[in-house]
């Protein structure tokens, strides 16, 4: 078995659970058995106590066969059921070791845990891109090998290239049906995924929401600041709020996102040799 990391995080209570977590994976997967990572806010070091997922990454040496995806269906469901703290945060995917390394379209469908305990098959968009460099580059090891030996270097460009596929995919259909955004956490976090977009759109590299919230203060002024500020400060609750703000905010970020392709492929046409990843304009 791949040696572990003893405190893959400064929170015990955390490092605890993904303990336990670890040592069940491994009960189940056996010689499929690869590693275990971390991304999301426990690799950007932006993890809030009070509001913050466990986002996972396991790795298999193949695809999993349908009776070890069910024997993982029921393991989960007896760490949810638990009450365990974060039991029902945790997040992630399963996925074959030879797949991880380059994203292909046609094998993004793997078993999947949703915060909340639901698991299931689910396919991963163009994000699993943006996913899989912020993996290589800040991915924290709980068992197995460095993330840099599993997973391709992702070139600035590829990596503006999927973040305007994933606006086109995900958050342009909210436009006209924004059912999701009447939660205030899902408006949150829409809020922050947008001034995250708009920083990769700009510079071609990826910071933690938290980072990118601060930026596009900054560079937007009002009114969105005021809204980025309630999304940073937000805390679980039941209200729902007005969407309005938050669909005018992920229009803007599809309209930038248009303006920088426009731009992009006219001097393209031009045969302009000093293409930078930087295209993006903040009015």
Known sequence: MPDRVTDPTP??????????LLSDVQAVLGRQFVGMYLSGSLAS???????????????TADELPAETIAALE????????????WATHLEGSYIPQDVLSRYDP???????????????????????????HILREQG?????????????PVSPCDLQQAMRA??????????????????????AYAVLTMCRAL??????????????????????????????ERALAWRHDDRVDDVSETLELIQYTLSEEELSHIQRSR???MGDPTIRPKTLIIW
């Open 11 to 20: 929170y015990p209570d955390v490092n605890a659970l993904l303990h336990g």
């Open 45 to 59: 070091g932006d993890f809030d106590v009070e509001r913050s997922d466990i986002d996972l990454l396991i790795v």
């Open 74 to 85: 029921a393991m989960h469901a007896r760490i949810t059921a638990s009450g365990l703290q």
């Open 106 to 132: 046609s094998r993004a469908t793997h078993p999947s845990l949703a915060v909340g305990g639901k698991f299931g098959m689910d396919h991963q968009g163009s994000d699993g891109i943006i996913q899989r």
């Open 140 to 152: 924290v090891v709980v068992a197995g090998p460095a993330l840099q030996t599993l997973i391709e």
């Open 166 to 187: 994933t606006l086109d995919e995900w958050w342009r259909p909210q436009l006209a049906d924004p059912f999701r955004l009447r939660h205030r956490e899902y408006q």
């Open 199 to 228: 920083y990769m759109l700009q510079y071609a590299a990826v910071v933690s929401k938290p980072v990118a919230a601060r930026w596009a203060q900054r560079v937007l002024g009002q009114p969105w600041a005021a809204l980025i």
């Open 267 to 269: 001097r393209r046409r």
